[in-house]
């Protein structure tokens, strides 16, 4: 099946993102607040651009049983994942005009191109691929954490927010998606959109740790 290729294709890039510092020191509780701030915000910006994504492929599919899905699909975020951050945003004060006024970061911008680019080229099943490391990755990553309990109350409840029997009741609803839409002609170009996007899910990481910015560098 296509999503046992893709798997084991990125095993490297998800085991990296696995052991990410940023992961790492979320469940040790020693994640500079400061950067969970950061990417809470980063990934407000992109779960926005998730959801349209899911809502335009809706649109251009031909089947309506998985059209039906993928508008379910983004329902579900905005009324699921993005509705819980708003309850993180609320704890640690950050407000809509402060995501109104952080941009877009480099590689976050980047991703969510990707992610319209692969519908872009390679339709409807381009973006259902590009779109799985996400929702599969972060539940992998729940699961890895489970029984290691954050001392910070609201790292270990972003931990539980993937480790939710809705969230992973999902996965094989998308999962089998995905291996819906692939087919023998495809199937490598939706593999290196997956890889793709596994990579920009591991730089995402790495975006936050840096608080990465639209810096010029200085002239030497």
């Known amino acids: 099946m296509f999503t046992d290729t893709a798997h084991e294709a990125t095993r490297s890039l998800w085991l990296a993102s696995k052991h990410h510092p940023f992961i790492q020191q979320l469940q040790a509780g020693t994640l500079p607040m400061a950067t969970f701030r950061d990417y809470l915000i980063q990934d407000h910006h992109y ?6 994504l899911y809502d335009l492929a809706a649109t251009q599919c031909s089947r309506p049983d998985q059209a039906a899905q993928l508008h379910a699909n983004a329902e579900d975020l905005r009324h699921g994942e993005i509705a819980t951050r708003e309850t993180f945003f609320e704890k640690l004060g950050i407000t809509p005009a402060m995501i109104a006024n952080t941009p877009v970061a480099p590689t976050n911008y980047a991703y969510t191109s ?14 259902i691929a590009g779109l799985l490391p996400c929702y599969w990755l972060y539940a992998e990553i729940g699961e890895g954490l489970a029984t290691k309990d954050s001392p910070i109350p609201i790292y270990q409840a972003w931990i539980d927010t993937y480790t939710a029997s809705d969230y992973t009741d999902a996965m094989s609803d998308q999962l089998a998606l995905a291996n819906a839409v692939a087919t023998p002609d495809n199937q490598a170009e939706l593999c290196q959109i997956f890889i793709r996007s596994s990579w920009y899910e591991l730089n995402f990481w790495q975006m936050a740790l840096d608080h990465e910015q639209w810096c010029v560098p200085e002239p030497s």
């Open 114 to 127: 990707h992610l319209y680019r692969s519908l872009a080229t390679a339709g409807v099943p381009g973006a």
């Open 47 to 52: 779960l926005l651009e998730f959801g349209r």
